[in-house]
Structure formats: C-alpha cells, structure tokens
C-alpha cells in the first residue's frame, strides 16, 4: 500500500538544507534520460540516493530540458504513478512530483506524493485549484517562456527584480486559491529561460528572495551553466554543480535539487556548518 509521507515545508527554514534527488523516468531528459525508465531501476536508484543522503525523491515524467516537447497527460500518468507508488510502498522519504499537469498531480497525490513541485509554478488551467485540493506543499519555479523555446535569447531589464516579482505574484495566487504559506516553497529557476551571466547574478542575489519569508529550492546540477564556465560536457559537472550548491547554501538555500546525491549531501552539510545560525 502506498503512504503519503508528511512534508513541513515550512520547518525548512533555520534547519540544514534538504537534498532533494532527481529521479527522471523520461527517455529524453538531458542528463539521466533513458536510465531509469523500469520500474525495478527506478526503485532501486532512489534506494541508493536515499542511502546516500537524500530527503526528497523528486520524480518527474516529462522532460524540461531547453527544446524538450510536451508529452500526453496519460504518457506522463504511465510513466511517473506506478514509480510513486512503488516508493512510497517501499521507501522512506518524501516523493516530490514534479509536472506542470493537473490531473498527473492528483493522481500523484493519491498515489503517495508529498510536494508538487511545477517549473511553471501551477499557470496551467486548473492547476491551482488542483494543488489546493491535495492539501500538499508545492514549490512554485520561475521561467521564462517554455522548455520548447525558453533558452532563445532571454531578455531582463533586472533578472533578480523580475523572478522576485513573480515568485511573490504566484504566492499571492496560491493563497487565493486557498494554499497555506506555510505550504510553499520558491524556486528562481536557474537555467530555465536565462543566460549564464542571469544565473550568475541571481546565484550572487539569492539571499535577497529572504524577504519572500519562505524555503528556498535550488537546481543547478550538471546544468549548461557549468558547462559555460568550465568548457565541459554534462558528464564532467560534479564539480561546477558542487561548488554551485555550496555557494547556494551559502546564500540561503533550503533544499538542493541533485542528480549526484552523495557528493552533494557532503558539500551541503560543510557548507550548512559554516553559515548555520547559532542554536
């Protein structure tokens, strides 16, 4: 049977920073695509992300890389519910859905997700009211534009101004629609529909989304970014995308999205021992 596991998004802050594993069941996403599309494989990797250092197992059907096409609603049903399930029957952790489609979020909800997590921060038709319906957490991403066209040239008068701004009307949106505060969690989105240089300022500017009062989530591994700077392939990123999350600790992140949870757990925690407030 599955258990959807509790998740306080809210006991986030002033605590250690969470690792949150990726696991894509997609066969076209930029890093791991075509790696865990069985189902025993996928359970298996989110045992080993767990033993790792893992909190969160964030399960995504749909890839968001730049120039990635959408998927049907019954493709991404298919490919992300019996893994939830399998988890939370079988794992302990809190599985975060991340999809932008409302009927895969009730589904997931129903199937043992505890976060709903949407790069399109729940714009969608009905995905609002969807989320409020669950009663789960949701971590609410900016980007610009779509997955599809997102990386064509991004234009910003002020990249920090502009995602702070639309992170706090999409808050505004959520408790409209009837989420807690207490229920949300931000996301600048890094990578998604900005240049190198927008996501080195937003990196250098993350402490200021502290005035949203609200659990900061992070994604930079193995992303183009760190390709840009060093010159190197998705392959060669541990170390730009490690450096990254402990900058991004530094700076007041809450959780760390990962493809390498081992490493990534290490570098948060020394990062955590640096900066924590003193209890």
Known sequence: MSVTKPFNAA???????????????????????????????????AEQMISQGAAI???????????????STQQELDRVIPVIEKIAANL????????????????AAQAGASLLNDVRAFQRKD???VAAK???????????????????????DSVVEEVQAFLLARVEACLAAGIERNKIIIDPGFGFGKTLDHNLQLLEALAQLKVLDLPILVGMSRKSMIGAILNNDTSERLYGGLALAAIAVRQGANIVRTHD??????????AYAVSAPEK
């Open 11 to 45: 006991a986030l802050i002033g605590e250690q920073p969470l690792v949150m594993g990726v696991l894509n069941v997609t066969p076209d996403s930029f890093s791991d695509g075509g790696q865990f599309t069985q189902l025993d494989l996928a359970l298996d990797h």
């Open 261 to 270: 949870v081992g490493p990534t757990s290490d570098a948060v925690a020394v």
């Open 127 to 129: 995905a609002l009211q």
């Open 92 to 107: 302990d952790c809190v599985i975060s859905l991340d999809s932008s489609c409302p009927q895969v979020m009730e589904a």
């Open 57 to 71: 197992i964030d399960v995504g059907g749909e890839s968001t890389r730049p120039g990635a096409s959408s998927v």
């Open 134 to 156: 669950t009663g789960l957490p949701v971590c609410l991403m900016h980007m610009c534009g779509e997955p599809k066209t997102m990386q064509q040239q991004p234009h910003y």
